[in-house]
């Protein structure tokens, strides 16, 4: 039995605010996300692909950016809460793949890092974790510098 779940998410930056943000679990300078939780659009992204494959919602269903105790969170902690649903239906993870774009920061040299990441979480072989990016040559806000999108693609089996 196989599963595929497709998620996405994106964040503008806060311009007014310089300082780290994260992507991948891999934390890059310059002005951060404008989001609720630490803003990890590449973690939140990968939420909500394994949370389609279950059957499930998306990740501001279940961590709502009004709730205070979501403020600052960790999102391995998201992925890792996904986890737990997927391994009590039996499933795991054994293929993903990622496409991010933006225009800034620069992914490719940070692609190693994040497949080290994510393989730790998801306990999957880097091998089956492919990254791209794209600059979007300035045709969507994540092009022109604005933020960041991510579009996971997860499959699961028994």
């Not at 300078?29 to 909500?48: I, Q, R, T």
């Not at 794209?134 to 022109?144: C, D, F, H, K, L």
């Amino acid at each position: 039995m196989f599963r595929i779940g497709i998620g996405k998410d994106s964040h503008l930056f806060d311009k007014a605010k310089e300082g780290e943000f994260l992507l991948g679990g891999v934390s890059f300078e310059g002005h951060p996300f404008n989001a609720h939780s630490d803003g990890d659009v590449v973690y939140h992204s990968v939420f909500n692909a394994i949370s389609s494959a279950l059957g499930k919602r998306s990740i501001g269903y279940y961590f709502p950016n009004t709730s205070e105790r979501e403020r600052g969170r960790d999102s391995s902690n998201y992925i890792k809460e996904a986890l737990l649903w997927m391994h009590e239906s039996g499933l795991r993870v054994v293929s993903l793949s990622i496409a991010i774009e933006c225009q800034f920061p620069k992914i490719e040299p940070t692609v190693d890092n994040m497949k080290e990441n994510l393989s730790f979480l998801l306990e999957l072989p880097k091998e089956c974790i492919g990254i791209t990016a794209t600059s979007g040559e300035g045709a969507t806000p994540w092009g022109r510098g604005e933020g960041v999108e991510v579009i996971s693609v997860v499959l699961l089996s028994k």
